[in-house]
């Protein structure tokens, strides 16, 4: 353990400003990092292969980590003070650290080992990212395809917000949009594209043929998909609503579809 009480202290540059999106976002992937936030979320990661850059502890948390393979990294503490002074947050669960990224794969690998996966077009909002992440751990499904786009799923937020899940999740960029939708189709797939339309198919009456390869396309908050999207895609989907509610938020639209796509499948 090194002890830091200057929060521009330089072997802590990783962790400055953590809550301005527009810095980081030009930070952390240029530099190869991301930020993890929370002892289950840490092990989680160091669980998944990904190799420590430091650690940043609030002093008197430091016994959490005791049992943690650091691999070598080092080990950084300081009080709350500091603490929320270098990351420009109340570090209430004391425990941060930063980590190498590694390669992302193609979307052709990501395609060839899944069964069904979920295509996301502008998702932007970092807890909606790791939400989806989250659902889609829990509830079957098996990679997440992200359009040009989208926002980075290791930014802490969707790091936070998926417990973790983001480092379980195989994910992969769709390079040319909505053309990539192409590829997703040509390796086995039918393109199910999420929309509130009247005319869309409810999807718990897909045929099975449908269901078995089913790559679900959601849209972001809000605007949902755009037209071209929906023009790109085999089928379009809808989950029926009551009481005049006309669409969920896109994390719960996408829970609410995956549980539907799987539900006959082995837990």
């Known amino acids: 353990m090194e002890e830091i009480a200057d929060p521009g202290d330089p072997r802590i540059a990783d962790y400055r400003a953590l809550t301005d999106v527009e810095l980081r976002t030009r930070w952390e992937p240029p530099h190869g990092l991301f930020i993890a936030e929370g002892e289950l979320v840490l092990r989680r990661a160091v669980r998944a292969g990904y190799r420590p850059r430091s650690f940043l502890v609030d002093a008197k948390r430091i016994d959490q980590l005791g049992d943690l393979d ?23 669960r004391g425990v941060l650290g930063s980590f190498q990224r590694r390669e992302l794969p193609s979307a052709a690998e990501v395609l060839r080992s899944s069964r069904r996966v979920v295509i996301l077009e502008d998702v932007n909002n970092h807890t909606n990212l790791g939400a989806v992440f989250r659902g889609a751990a829990a509830l079957g499904i098996d990679a997440v395809l992200l359009s040009p786009s989208c926002a980075d799923p290791l930014y802490r937020r969707s790091v936070r917000v998926s417990m973790g899940e983001v480092f379980a999740v195989p994910y992969a960029k769709l390079e040319g949009w909505p053309a990539g939708l192409d590829q997703v189709r040509e390796s086995g797939f039918t393109v199910l594209a999420m929309t509130p339309a009247p005319d869309a198919v409810p999807i718990q009456r897909l045929p099975p043929a449908q269901r ?37 938020n896109v994390a719960a639209a996408a829970a609410v579809a995956f549980w539907e796509l799987t539900r006959d499948d082995p837990v």
């Open 70 to 92: 650091t691999g070598g990294a080092p080990v950084y503490a300081a009080s709350p003070a500091v603490l929320e002074q270098t990351t420009g947050f109340h570090v209430h």
């Open 212 to 248: 078995e390869r089913a790559a679900l396309l959601l849209g972001a908050e809000g605007p949902g998909l755009t037209a071209a999207a929906q023009s790109a895609s085999d089928v379009r989907v809808v989950i029926p609503m009551r009481r005049g509610v006309d669409s969920l």
